[in-house]
């Protein structure tokens, strides 16, 4: 038996010692007496009675410790041309005195935070600020627009928001100040106060619930960390369900330290003085756990970047980050790899850089596709290693367990589940299918720490999401397979979710809107393979009756509306207007069947409770594009 199997059979076996023992690596105000509240089923609660700090964990306790000299954030930022390095004991001063800010705007426990910013520095700080005073931030990606932005205000309610006056994509400066006002003025719920980080690339018009941060930094106390109880929220995380409206993913402090904790030297291969790259954004959960937390609960050295994996200026910055921060292992989505591979398909860049001390490149995000795999294999030399994961769980659930154990690489999954993680397959009636046979990924309950232990202020959500399709297990919304080595294969979401370049939408959200059009009777929008994003949403539009437009202008129409309303990075370019959707008898829109076929499988089944094949039939040409 290898050291992983030793390792996932004691989680298994006792799963309360196993997360008691690992709970001994994170400094506790109050050390929990046990590990797992089981008393409310499905509503798990770890470390029930502990009591802790994540921000002292991630901050005070290494500086305490003697290594505040030690770099705990290297932001590196080709778009601005700039760089700066906060060493442990000047990224908790930072920390304090911004957390003393907010506490000075009247943000205290409990208390919630929008967090709406470009990846500097500071979004870290914020983060880590509310977590000093035991508020609850929220943090949403700078690519999405003013009414989702609204949305998010509605439903957390902040006291404050943190923001800055510009975000730099590529070579094109993005103001970010003009969005935060219109999702203010969209929303309900009007927070007290704004505090605006002025970058120079774009100066902010400041109002009169906006604050500058420097001037809020300049005249605050720095604030001292706050114990709180372990089952408090930290953050919550909107993520991308099957309607427009988002889910509001509670994470709570104890149980994630623990998780992330655990999962940095034995996942990731990153031990304390080590440096991790993780090239994603801090709206996203990888940001939230890879990015800030988890790198600085284990001491380990965090590289901020801004910027895209190609551009400004070439294709071979993160082979140039890598280099000069000594990045041991770096983390993306396949995504910005096949950017690379595109600009510099033989890889001409990494001959400039050392990449020695480069041991493993983690992907996850999406589906790692051969190709990629391959490519990035041949060019480092190191393990690839695909793993699988989701806002959800707040760590990794499929993954090869470097720091424990290399496991054989199978290509086409990411390996193996995690200590802490029974991952099943069910088929539609909740029986285990076979070993190799396709069903719905889902995992046994109760989950391990660091998992979601409910939906902001939306239990009845919560169950009806993930809880209510088995009883006793959380459903993963993905599909696929285990083989008989105990491989997990994941073949993709069997929801309205998709993965446009690692980035989590909802078409059903994109739905909405291009149905909130005057002209359009009714509309479907599909997740179709794409080579360089994974996937791109597509939409189908029927028109009213009467209904005559020049297609090209409406088609630039329904795609500014989706820009406008969701934003950027909802990457919807593609809207074909169609005579009719093909529908089940009982009126259900045929999105998968649509799918298989734009995707060019040729076998794709036609259900047999379709209305009309004629509709299916006519509507061939357009999906293959021909
Ligand atoms: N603020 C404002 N706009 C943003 C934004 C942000 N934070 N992030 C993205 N956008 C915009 C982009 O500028 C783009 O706008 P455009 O349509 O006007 O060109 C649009 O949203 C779509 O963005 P994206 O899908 O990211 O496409 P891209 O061509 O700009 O970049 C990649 C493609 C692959 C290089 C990039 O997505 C990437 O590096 N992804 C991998 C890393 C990652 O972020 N993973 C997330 C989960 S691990
Ligand atoms: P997010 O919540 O944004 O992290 O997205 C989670 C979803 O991304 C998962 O439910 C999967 O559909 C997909 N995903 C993440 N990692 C992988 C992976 N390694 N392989 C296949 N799909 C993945």
Known sequence: MGEYDEVFRASVADPEKFWLDAAAGIDWHRAPSRALDASRPPFYRWFPDGELNICHNALDRHVDAGRGEQAALIYDSPVTGSQRTYSYAALRDEVATFA???????????????????????????????????????????????????????????????????GIEGKRVIEYKPLLDQAIELAAHKPERQVILQRPQAEAA??????????????????????????????????????????????????????????????????????????????????????????????????????????????????????????????????????????????????????????????????????????????????????????????PIVANPAGIELLPLKPGSPTRPLPGWDVQVLDTAGKPVEAGTDGAIVVKLPMPPGSLPTLWNDDERFLSSYMKAFDGYYLTGDGGRIDSDGYVYVMGRTDDVINVAGHRLSTGGMEEVLAGHPDVAECAVIGVADQMKGQIPRGLVVLKAGVERDEEELRAELVQLVRDQIGAVASLKDVAVVAALPKTRSGKILRKTMRGIADGNADEPVPSTIESVDVLDALRPVLRRE
């Not at 977590?131 to 627009?145: K, L, M, N, T």
Request: some cysteine.
């Open 100 to 166: 003393g800010a907010l506490a000075g705007l009247g943000v205290g426990h409990g208390d919630r935070v929008v967090i709406y910013m470009p990846m500097v520095p500071e979004a870290a700080v914020a983060m880590l600020a509310c977590a000093r005073i035991g508020a609850v931030h929220s943090v949403v990606f700078g690519g999405f627009a003013p009414k989702e932005l609204a949305v998010r205000i509605d439903d957390a309610t902040p006291k404050v928001i943190v923001s800055a006056s510009c």
């Open 206 to 395: 400041m109002g009169e619930r906006d604050v500058d941060w420097v001037r809020a930094t300049a005249a605050a106390t720095p604030a001292a960390c706050v114990p709180v109880a372990a089952t408090d929220p930290l953050y919550i995380l909107y993520t991308s369900g099957t309607t427009g409206k988002p889910k509001g993913v509670v994470r709570d402090c104890g149980g994630y330290a623990v998780a992330l904790n655990w999962s940095m030297p034995n996942v990731y291969a990153v031990g304390t003085g080590e440096t991790i790259f993780t090239a994603s954004d801090v709206g996203w959960v990888v940001g939230h756990s890879y990015i800030v937390y988890a790198p600085l609960l284990a001491g380990a050295t965090s590289v901020l970047y801004e910027g895209k994996p190609v551009g400004t200026p070439d294709a071979g910055q993160f082979w140039r980050v890598m280099a000069e921060h000594g990045v041991k292992s770096m983390f993306t989505a396949p995504t910005a790899f096949r950017a690379i591979k595109k600009e510099d398909p033989r890889g001409e860049f990494t001959k400039s850089y050392d990449l020695s001390k480069l041991r493993y490149l983690f992907l996850a995000g999406e589906r790692l596709d051969p190709e990629t795999y391959r490519w990035a294999s041949e060019l480092l030399g190191i393990p690839v290693i695909d793993h699988w994961w989701q806002t959800e769980t707040g760590w």
